[in-house]
């Protein structure tokens, strides 16, 4: 599997992915919002796009189906709930299909609501797994809920579904929030060390070769996984002094989802 991960440099801050078969060369267009980039993309590495896969309906996510469908005849795949959001949708996915590409590309699709009551991320099945979560997780970071979602089923999905990937997952996010993401664990968990040292490498990174984090990382820095911290649960409790003395993990969740809102 080869993976090419497109910064857009616009105001969304989002990535736009292209995952291509070796063999074939045949490509996987992953919220190709700025289309012309990501067939650029596909022309330089000799790639031709056959798919199109849409994590969610939101417009920074599907803006660019057309101008790939048009240049291409890609199939448009995304949730099947999703169909009345998104136009020109071929195949609507469920949780445990594989999408392929190309002769030896295998993806598992997650079902994973939250951000979007329909989300969908994307498990390679490779020897070191990648996930393509879209806006469910973000280095650092989880999704919010305010445009069509629910904190209660994103907390889900990080607990049922997440939380279960081993520690070598590639994390491949729909934007670049890494830095400020970063912000608020530090702000949330000020004691914590390995986010205070990679808020300082990436604060001035390269986007186009952009830190790829792994979910072992996440779980060091990234707050929504960090729910039994000592650090976290004391700084929750000057926001919110009525919080149990020995609150459970989704309290946590989805207090830290409220705060994470207005930050």
Same mark, same amino acid.
């Given at each position: 599997m080869l993976v090419e991960q497109i910064w857009t440099e616009n105001k969304y801050r989002n990535f736009n992915y292209l995952i291509a078969c070796p063999d074939s060369g045949e490509a996987l267009a992953v919220?190709?919002?700025?289309?012309?980039?990501?067939?650029?993309?596909?022309?330089?590495?000799?790639?031709?796009?056959?798919?199109?896969l849409n994590t969610h309906h939101h417009h920074d996510h599907i803006g660019g189906n057309d101008g790939v469908v048009a240049a291409t005849g890609?199939?448009?795949?995304?949730?099947?709930g999703a169909s009345d959001e998104?136009?020109?949708?071929?195949?609507?996915?469920?949780?445990?299909?594989?999408?392929?590409? /190309?002769?030896?590309?295998?993806?598992?699709?997650?079902?994973?609501?939250?951000?979007?009551?329909s989300h969908v991320c994307l498990l390679s099945r490779t020897d070191q797994p990648a996930l393509f979560? /879209?806006?469910?997780?973000?280095?650092?970071?989880?999704?919010?809920?305010?445009?069509?979602?629910?904190?209660?089923?994103?907390?889900?999905?990080?607990?049922?579904?997440?939380?279960?990937? /081993?520690?070598?997952?590639?994390?491949?996010?729909?934007?670049?929030?890494?830095?400020?993401?970063?912000?608020?664990?530090?702000?949330?968990?000020?004691?914590?060390?390995?986010?205070?040292?990679?808020?300082a490498d990436v604060e001035n990174q390269n986007t186009h070769e952009a830190m790829i984090t792994t979910l072992g990382l996440e779980r060091e820095i990234n707050t929504?996984?960090?729910?039994?911290?000592?650090?976290?649960?004391e700084q929750l409790r000057s926001s919110f002094p009525d919080l149990p003395d020995q609150p459970d993990?989704?309290?946590?969740f989805l207090k830290l989802r409220e705060l994470r809102n207005d930050w």
């Open positions: 919220d190709p919002l700025e289309y012309d980039q990501c067939l650029a993309a596909a022309k330089e590495k000799g790639w031709k796009i056959t798919q199109v890609a199939k448009v795949l995304a949730h099947a998104i136009g020109g949708m071929d195949t609507g996915l469920a949780a445990g299909d594989v999408v392929r590409v /190309g002769r030896s590309v295998e993806l598992e699709v997650l079902d994973t609501p939250g951000h979007t009551m979560c /879209g806006d469910t997780l973000f280095n650092a970071g989880a999704g919010h809920c305010r445009g069509g979602g629910h904190p209660d089923a994103l907390h889900a999905t990080f607990d049922a579904q997440l939380s279960k990937l /081993g520690d070598d997952t590639l994390i491949y996010p729909g934007h670049d929030y890494i830095s400020n993401n970063l912000g608020f664990t530090l702000d949330r968990e000020p004691d914590n060390a390995r986010a205070l040292a990679l808020k929504f996984f960090r729910l039994q911290s000592a650090s976290v649960i993990e989704k309290t946590v």
